[in-house]
């Protein structure tokens, strides 16, 4: 499975960026699919996860109402719309990929099986 990361960048405060991960090499109904992201000199955090066939969503607290994680089952993509950005949301972000999940929230990068190479969002003035 491979995960192809893009649509980062330099944004001011109060903008809007749409992150997606292109997933090839694998057939995904059984996946659950994450976007994560890591700030210098921080641990890698969870931001929001999606089941591939069912479209349950899941988010962290300090994105909730502001981000939101979609799929195209067609296109084989998941995406990360990040609305509203603020200067804490800088960070590196990541898609992941966990194989044949039960249900439940997998909050934890060591739950994921298969990364992307990350994409770097700024929220600056």
């Known amino acids: 499975v491979q995960l192809q990361a893009s649509g980062g960048g330099l944004v001011q405060p109060g903008a809007s960026l749409r992150l997606s991960c292109a997933a090839s090499?694998?057939?995904?109904?059984?996946?659950?699919m994450g976007w994560f992201r890591q700030a210098p000199g921080k641990e890698r955090e969870f931001v929001a996860q999606?089941?591939?066939?069912?479209?349950?969503?899941h988010y962290a607290d300090s994105v909730k109402g502001r981000f939101t994680i979609s799929r195209d089952r067609v296109k084989d993509t998941v995406y990360l719309q990040m609305n509203s950005l603020k200067p804490e949301d800088t960070a590196v972000y990541y898609c992941?990929?966990?194989?044949?999940?039960?249900?439940?929230?997998?909050?934890?990068?060591?739950?994921?099986?298969?990364w992307g190479q990350g994409t770097q969002v700024t929220v600056s003035s």
């Open positions: 090499g694998g057939t995904f109904n059984s996946y659950r």
């Open positions: 992941a990929a966990k194989a044949h999940s039960i249900s439940g929230v997998y909050p934890l990068p060591n739950q994921y099986d298969y």
């Open positions: 999606i089941r591939w066939w069912a479209g349950n969503t």
